[in-house]
């Protein structure tokens, strides 16, 4: 076990449609401060994935966890509970050594709430930090993995 776990995980398509959500994407990044595992799933169908995976290390990693350090300021999970309190249809967990913080219904309870309400600096600054999110998965796992069975 890394000395200094890291892990974020982004999925894009949290807001409940007729049948519950529609996942679009979701993206894992797990590793320490020094070099992790990018892993991307990307749904092209409600049953069928393409998954890419990759790593991500240096200053690429360093800069990307100053950008998702930014979310200590914003409420977790703001009232009223919500999928999608900042608007994105994006739900957002990020667990680094400095950080634990949540948003949208990723699964699981007892998700600690924050009283504070999102205005739309806070709403910005979410959307800033899920996009260098999903643009880090994009530019790091490159490499699409063959999922089917032989």
């Known amino acids: 076990m890394a000395d ?7 999925v894009k398509g949290i807001q409940s449609g007729f049948a519950g959500p529609n996942t679009e994407e979701v993206v894992e990044i797990e590793g320490d401060l020094s070099q992790a595992t990018v892993t991307r799933h990307v ?10 995976k990759g790593v991500i290390e240096g200053s690429d990693l360093q800069s990307l966890l100053q950008n998702v350090d930014n979310l200590a300021q914003l ?3 703001p009232e009223p509970f919500e999928n999608d309190a900042y608007g994105e249809n994006v739900g957002l967990s990020v667990i680094t050594p400095d ?10 309870c007892n998700v ?3 009283e504070q309400k999102v205005d739309a600096t806070s709403q910005s600054k979410f959307r800033s930090v899920a996009l260098a999110v999903l643009a880090a998965a994009k530019l790091k796992a490159p490499k699409k993995v063959d999922t089917s069975e032989s």
């Open 4 to 10: 200094h776990p890291i892990r974020i995980r982004l």
């Open 43 to 52: 749904f092209v169908s409600r049953w069928d994935t393409e998954t890419y």
């Open 75 to 77: 409420p977790r999970q």
């Open 99 to 108: 950080l634990t913080w949540s948003n949208g219904n990723l699964g699981g």
């Open 112 to 114: 600690p709430v924050d």
